[in-house]
């Protein structure tokens, strides 16, 4: 197997976790989302109106945390080729 060799323009700090209050943003949005559908299930507007608030307010978060900064870029490979990449 050919190792490719990174480019000395970016920094791989080794992580694509994010940070913890990414996370939190993402979780409330995904609470909102399930309170939600299972307000579509049960047929109940209420649930349908608080999971849509949640989602909404994990998304106010997630603009206020910034999440999109926790993205990790990889430098690009250069040197694998067609065969080789599997």
Known sequence: MVEGKKSEHTENLGSHGGRASSWLAVTVMVAGFVV??????????????????LFVV??????????FTDVVIDAPRVGIRAEDHR
Not at 40 to 46: E, H, K, Q, Y
Not at 58 to 67: E, K, M, R, S, T
């Open 58 to 67: 994990g998304a106010v978060l997630a603009l206020v945390f910034d999440i």
């Open 36 to 53: 939600a559908g299972f307000g579509l299930v049960a047929t109940s507007w209420t649930l349908i109106w608080v999971g849509a608030g």
